[in-house]
């Protein structure tokens, strides 16, 4: 899904009790920037998108996780906002091929048209109803035939925001298309094969990590390292 696997350390509780610092990491949400996901440092067509990830699994002092939600900063969602021109804004709710259920939110900008005289920008109703009808179809059948892993990238990069621009460029000239935000609503139940394939490692290898898990409990690998 993403180029670099590694983005930083998190805390975590020592095991007290029943509690072990497996339970204490589960389920944990954490949130970084595209550009840390990224061998591309520093890109600045990356740097205003925020990636949040849940943690999923541990293998020994490794955190496993997924996909949980993408927004942009505040500073670059104002930044698209101006005089004279409209706002155009749609989400979608859909699932992908691998049964995830997400909703998609898009934002674009009406653009001025060759050689015009007048200072604004403004579409009419029936226009603005046509562009939002068909960004949501892009957006729909661009996630209906995607898996999650690749989907993430797509959403990424700035194809499906030119696709979204020239589809709709029949109605009405566009400017600043944007993936606004990306939520998950519904995932399917946590299997550890699944996990395997979408970190690329060998399948059938659900033993090794329930391992792992049982020995990181007995021996708290992770405070030892730790201390």
């Known amino acids: 899904m993403f180029k670099r696997r590694s983005c930083g350390l998190t805390p975590a509780t020592k095991t007290t009790g029943t509690r072990t610092v ?6 944990r949400v954490v949130e ?29 002092s490794s955190c496993y ?7 942009v900063t505040r500073d670059k969602l104002c930044s698209l906002f101006s005089k004279r021109q409209t706002t155009i804004e749609t989400f979608v709710d859909v699932k992908t091929k691998d049964d995830y259920f997400l909703r998609v939110f898009a934002i674009c900008m009406t653009d001025a048209v060759g050689g015009q005289r007048c200072a604004t920008s403004y579409a009419t109703t029936s226009k603005i109803k046509l562009i939002r009808k068909k960004m949501s179809e892009v957006l729909m059948k661009l996630v209906q035939q995607n898996t999650l892993k690749t989907l993430v990238p797509l959403l990424t990069e700035k194809k ?26 519904k995932k399917p139940k946590f299997d550890a094969t699944k996990m395997n394939e979408f970190y690329g490692e060998k399948a059938g290898a659900t033993t090794d990590i329930l391992d792992v898990v049982a020995a990181d409990e007995v021996k708290n ?7």
């Open 22 to 27: 497996t339970d204490n990491l589960k389920g």
């Open 32 to 60: 970084t920037s595209l550009t840390d996901l990224s061998e591309e440092s520093r890109n600045p067509d990356q740097t205003f998108r925020k990636i949040k990830l849940v943690v999923e699994e541990i293998k020994g």
């Open 160 to 185: 499906i925001e030119d696709d979204i621009k020239a589809s709709c460029g029949k109605y009405y000239p566009l400017k600043h298309v944007l993936i606004r935000k990306v939520k998950m609503l």
């Open 65 to 71: 996780t997924n996909f949980h939600s993408m927004d």
């Open 221 to 227: 690998l992770i405070s030892e390292e730790a201390s």
